[in-house]
Nanobody, 116 residues
Framework: VQLQASGGGLVQAGGSLRLSCAAS????????VGWSRQAPGKQRELVAS???????IYADSVKGRFTISRDNAENTVYLQMNSLKPEDTAVYYC???????????WGKGTLVTVSS
């Protein structure tokens, strides 16, 4: 399985970006998808995850500003990021947890830079 993330870029504080992550095949199904990020000099951290259509998990730092969603038919997961802050600057990675095998698949990151 290959995951391709896109949508990163440079944005001013207060702005918005929408990240997309497309899977190479129809695999999302009932598996968990999510986004994590890694800022320079920091450990990778969970941003948001979507175990199924009825529940979402967000890091406290992004609650109320970021929204994760998925389109199983298009094999794509999205991260809508609003009210961006300089501390949101990081490389963002999408991932998929394949429940049947307990394997995590990671996409290549996409850089988000928020200027003050």
């Amino acid at each position: 399985v290959q995951l391709q993330a896109s949508g990163g870029g440079l944005v001013q504080a207060g702005g918005s970006l929408r990240l997309s992550c497309a899977a190479s095949r129809n695999i999302f199904g009932r598996n968990t998808v999510g986004w994590s990020r890694q800022a320079p000099g920091k450990q990778r951290e969970l941003v948001a995850s979507l175990p199924n259509a009825d529940s979402t998990i967000y890091a406290d730092s992004v609650k109320g500003r970021f929204t994760i969603s998925r389109d199983n038919a298009e094999n794509t997961v999205y991260l809508q990021m609003n009210s961006l802050k300089p501390e949101d600057t990081a490389v963002y990675y999408c991932w998929l947890h394949l429940v049947a095998t307990n394997i995590y698949y990671w996409g290549k990151g996409t850089l988000v830079t928020v200027s003050s």
